[in-house]
């Protein structure tokens, strides 16, 4: 019987199984019913395979895109059309990263108030575009040896795991724009970005940079 297949804690259940397995299948009615299940199942699949396939030829045009943006860890094609969708493919209505992730509503908001900050809150913005970003968030945390896996990891032990997926969220809308803006495919950071940036090499071409903005020549070398 079906029941004694069960495997694992169900073994426990058997009498129960038994119980609920046992029935009788009317041709009249059940036949019926499982027909018109099978009948709707068959016209889901028939109109997804439609909708794809007039995804498949709005996203033609942009397949050079779509191709960059699957270089970016956990961005599917299906993904990458979700995104191109919802943000468009003319970064030049945000004239920076920034821009975007707050029109999207993918960065915390500014609360400070008598020189104290108190948690900040994302404004609403496309649930669309916000599933599909959280669904690329969870597939490039899984990567091996990429700067959003080691970024996400860092905040996740300070600050929880639905910090770190808001954050990697960020990150990948970042991604997006950069990606989109440059017309180029995405570069890794590196797991070693945070220590590296933090290195001091990294702060002496900050202020090098920094001074150079301010229209000061820098020459610089070790201590004598």
Request: with cysteine; charged share 20%.
């Amino acid at each position: 019987m079906l029941a004694d297949l069960a495997r694992g804690r169900l073994r426990s259940k058997i009498s129960a199984l038994r119980e609920a397995l046992a029935g009788r299948f009317r041709a009249g009615h059940h036949g019926l019913l499982v027909a018109q299940m099978l009948a709707h199942i068959d016209f889901l699949d028939a109109a997804i395979a439609e909708l794809d396939t007039e995804l498949a030829a709005a996203a033609e045009p942009f397949r050079p895109i779509l191709e960059r943006l699957t270089t970016i860890p956990g961005v599917s094609e299906r993904t990458a059309i979700m995104l191109l969708a919802e943000c468009g493919a003319d970064m030049r209505v945000f004239p920076t990263a920034a821009h975007l992730a707050s029109w999207a509503g993918i960065c915390p908001g500014n609360n400070t108030s008598g020189g104290r900050s108190r948690s900040g809150h994302t404004r609403h913005g496309s649930v669309a575009l916000r599933t599909a970003l959280t669904e690329a968030a969870h597939a490039a945390v899984r990567t091996k040896g990429t700067y959003l896996a080691a970024h996400h990891a860092h905040i996740r032990s300070r600050r929880g795991v639905a910090k770190a997926i808001g954050a990697t969220r960020h990150d990948l809308l970042i991604a997006y724009w950069h990606v989109v803006h440059n017309g180029v495919d995405y570069t890794d950071l590196g797991p070693d970005w945070a220590q590296r940036r933090r290195s001091p090499e990294h702060r002496i071409r900050k202020l090098v940079h920094e001074l150079e903005n301010l229209g000061q020549t820098v020459t610089h070398g070790p201590a004598a």
